[in-house]
């Protein structure tokens, strides 16, 4: 099993979009999928057609409170298998980052509980970087995707992470997203990220603006299946390959949860 973790060094880049997104094109390409929520904001799960926010989950196995945090897992209408954050005040969420903090395998030793093939992914939301969730998250994924739009102030942000990013990272894949060729000064954003980060990292991932996607959203649909032949979804469906390329063959299907 490989985790793959969404990290952004800007608010609102479309982690949980993609997160979500992902989970649901790689699933359709037949691959063992878990989402994983560790964003406080415990939002994913809306994302993936839950009508209501799950209040138990990974935080509280994080405070060591409940039964296993995967009798509180979800499975979705296309396959994915959900692990909820839950919701927690605000003493236990400092209480829950100092144990992801003095326990930097939490979240790997946490996956390594539910049976998965090796073919299997676990794509992991996260709060924007640098926060105590996504550094663990960025420990323990064996890919990280750094998603920024590309804007000058979102892009200049993610240069004065990235060493530290590039440091803790196994792989780190930059994912542009909100692309909009209408507007010159993205280019010269891009320009200038890629004078930064170097000939090695590529920015060849990138997705689209596109207002149907917050629209699909609200309407509980995927974007992929309203708009499949717009350019960003022709994007998303370029990443899932990228990744599923990345992941490499499937091995037989189903996700079961150990003892
Ligand atoms: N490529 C895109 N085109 C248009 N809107 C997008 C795109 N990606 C994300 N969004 C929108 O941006 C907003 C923030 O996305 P979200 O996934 O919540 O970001 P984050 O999790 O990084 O805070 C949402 O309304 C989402 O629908
Ligand atoms: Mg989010």
């Not at 138990?56 to 994915?80: C, F, I, Q, S, Y």
């Not at 959900?82 to 209480?95: I, Y």
């Amino acid at each position: 099993m490989k985790t793959i973790a969404l990290v952004s060094t800007a608010g609102g880049t479309g982690r949980t979009t993609l997160t979500a997104a992902l989970a649901v094109l790689l699933a359709r390409r037949r691959r063992a999928v878990v989402a994983v929520d560790f964003d406080p904001q415990n939002l994913l799960g809306a994302h993936l057609g839950l009508d209501t926010f799950s209040k138990v989950g990974l935080a509280d196995a994080m405070l060591g409170r409940t039964a296993p945090w995967r009798e509180h897992t979800w499975r979705n209408d296309e396959g994915v298998l959900f692990a909820p954050h839950g919701e927690l005040a605000l003493d236990e969420r400092t209480a829950s980052e100092a144990r992801l903090v003095s326990e930097p395998r939490w979240l790997a030793q946490a996956l390594a509980q539910i049976d998965l093939p090796d073919s299997a992914v676990a794509f992991v939301d996260t709060p924007r970087y640098p926060s105590p969730q996504a550094a663990h998250a960025v420990r323990c994924a064996d890919l990280v995707l750094c998603l920024t739009p590309p804007e000058p102030a979102a892009c200049a942000t993610l240069v004065r992470h990235l060493a530290p990013l590039r440091r803790a990272s196994a792989h780190l894949q930059i994912v542009v997203n909100r692309l909009n060729p209408a507007r010159d000064m993205q280019r010269d954003a891009l320009s200038l990220l890629q004078a930064a980060v170097g000939a090695t990292t590529t920015l060849d991932q990138r997705v689209h603006l596109d207002a149907a996607m917050p629209e699909a959203f609200a309407r509980g649909t995927w974007f992929f299946d309203d708009a499949p032949h717009s350019q960003a979804a022709h994007d998303l469906q370029g990443l899932a390959n990228w990744l599923d390329t990345w992941l490499g063959p499937v091995a037989a299907r189903g996700v079961t949860r150990k003892g």
